[in-house]
């Protein structure tokens, strides 16, 4: 796996912030963000049910510029 860290939230101290990375192997974005609240998940599960291996998170809106750079990293990888 080749993880390329992309960026943290720039407006927290460094510690337990929300991340992004994308992993060019598995072709997948990694995103490190707080814990919805049980009425965030709610809301979601209104359109359909959240699988035990999965979860909700929250980013913030400033970390779109961020998600754009995301993007760019995973259009350049490889296909596989």
């Not at 510690?15 to 994308?22: A, E, K, S, Y």
């Not at 995103?31 to 291996?53: F, M």
Request: a negative charge; hydrophobic letters at 40%.
């Amino acid at each position: 796996m080749t993880l390329h860290f992309i960026a943290k939230d720039p407006e927290t101290n460094g510690d337990h912030c929300p991340t992004i990375w994308f992993d060019d192997v598995a072709q997948e974005f990694v995103v490190q963000g707080w814990k919805a609240s049980p009425e965030l998940e709610a809301k979601c599960r209104e359109s359909g049910p959240i699988p035990e291996n999965e979860a909700v998170v929250r980013l913030p809106a400033r970390m779109s510029e961020a998600m754009k750079e995301a993007l760019g990293v995973a259009a350049a990888a490889p296909v596989r």
